[in-house]
């Protein structure tokens, strides 16, 4: 298998490069608020997503009937990472999650509306999963939508909803059918303006706002039922395998792994210098062993990808299970060779590796349970690729 970039997806990942120094500008890209640098949400980085969606970035693979370019995802991956390893917004939830769902199964007045608004970068999405009762176990979801004309009224809690606080619209899932589990679900869109939800904010250890988001007799129109009745869980769990590729991107690992090789390197402790001790060397063979292993998962989940279709199932499992575990080995190895100055915040003078440690190893964890926890991954992986029989 050829794991090296053509020459024209290398002379995209040069023209991104020089792109985005061009446009560099702090209140856009900060590496060191790491992978929730996604989720930040300020005029001026939704003016550059805007800047990016002008340049026919935003809609690499989509259509062209719909202002794509229908090219390679190799090429929506390059972007993405590049914009992952600077700390900028990323191109993961409006392009890939809700954009390529509603793509495949939606109505014809919703892609209208939503797709354009998308390749803009004129709307934000929240998406709600998750409940007080059913997290790892989605297809448990009990928000209740009860049929009314030409509608539904939606009435219940949803929790972990990050974004919810500033996005426009909710990307929501709800039982329409209490008779049945995982074919009792369906999708819908509804605007986070509201007036009968309601957003309550929950602080993270990784310094993440994410939301309960409550509905008090919430009407949507039928119009904004994505896809049919009934089959939101089976939309869901495509949606899940992009997300669990797309948001959880390799380059910030890559990065974080580059520093503690250069502090490795370059510093001492009790006179000695780092490199030459024989357990550090071990430790730092192994992760930047498992960073080239991720590396490589990762393509193979773009390789995947490209053979059309549905979205790969096993290798976006293997991917986030394999790199989020090593983004957490990864903080845990920096916090112990840091010693203790490395419990120091970023951004604090003479802390090492630029004070990067602390909240890495505060974040890191997150990754290893939004999309789906590493068990999840686990089961995903047993059943779908060894054929091992279902465990719940
Ligand atoms: C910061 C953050 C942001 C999030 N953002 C969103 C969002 O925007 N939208 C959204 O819908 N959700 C979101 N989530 C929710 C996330 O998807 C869930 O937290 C996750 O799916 C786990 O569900 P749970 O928290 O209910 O834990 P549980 O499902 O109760 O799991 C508890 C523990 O049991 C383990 N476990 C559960 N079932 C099994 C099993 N069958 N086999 C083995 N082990 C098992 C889990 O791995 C976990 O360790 C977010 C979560 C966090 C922490």
């Known amino acids: 298998m ?4 053509s020459p024209a997806q290398l002379a995209f990942r040069d023209e991104v490069e020089q792109y985005l120094d061009a446009n560099d500008d702090p209140d856009v890209f900060d590496v060191t608020r790491e992978n929730m ?12 997503m805007a800047k990016l969606g002008e340049k026919g970035w935003l809609g690499i693979t989509w259509p062209k009937e719909w202002g794509g370019q229908e090219g390679d995802g190799v090429y929506e991956y390059l972007l993405n990472e590049a914009l992952a390893a600077r700390g900028g917004p990323q191109i993961g939830k409006g392009v890939g999650i ?13 892609k209208q509306e939503f797709l354009p608004k998308i390749l803009r970068n004129e ?8 409940e007080p009762d059913a997290g790892s176990d989605a297809a448990s979801m009990r928000l209740k939508a009860t049929r ?19 996005a426009e619209w909710y990307w929501v899932g709800a ?9 009792g679900i369906t999708l819908f869109l509804v605007p986070l303006d509201h007036p009968n939800i309601t957003i309550n904010g929950i602080w993270t250890m990784g310094d993440e706002r994410t939301n309960d988001v409550f509905f008090d007799d919430v009407f949507v129109h039928d119009d904004y039922v994505v896809g049919e009745l009934n089959h939101g869980f089976q939309y869901i769990s495509e949606a899940l395998d992009l997300e669990r590729f797309t948001m959880f991107t390799f380059s910030p690992i890559e990065q974080r792994l580059d520093l503690l090789c250069d502090y ?30 991720a590396r490589v998962l990762g393509l193979k ?36 060779i840091g010693g203790p100055g490395a419990q120091l915040r970023v951004h604090t003078e003479e802390a090492p590796m630029e004070g990067r440690s602390e909240s890495t190893y505060r974040y890191t964890v997150i990754d290893t349970i939004g999309g789906g926890s590493s068990e999840i991954q686990k089961n995903i992986i047993a059943r779908r690729a060894l054929g091992l029989p279902k465990n719940f």
């Open 2 to 5: 050829d794991f090296e970039f």
């Open 37 to 48: 640098a996604q989720i930040v949400d300020t005029p001026k980085r939704r003016a550059f």
């Open 98 to 110: 809700i954009g390529k769902t509603i793509l495949a199964h939606g109505n014809e007045k919703m």
């Open 123 to 130: 709307v934000e999405f929240a998406v709600g999963y998750s």
């Open 148 to 166: 009314d004309g030409d509608g539904w009224r939606l009435n219940g809690q949803k929790t972990w909803t990050t974004s919810a606080h500033f």
């Open 175 to 183: 039982r329409t059918d209490p008779e049945s589990k995982h074919h």
């Open 264 to 293: 490795v390197a370059n510093e001492t402790r009790d006179g000695k210098p780092l490199k030459d001790d024989p357990v550090i060397r071990q430790r730092i063979a192994q992760l930047v062993t498992q960073g080239e292993v």
């Open 301 to 336: 989940v773009v390789a995947a990808s490209m053979k059309g279709g549905a979205p790969p199932t096993t290798e976006s499992s293997e991917y986030k299970l394999f790199a989020t575990e090593l983004s957490k080995r990864l903080a845990d190895a920096s916090m112990d």
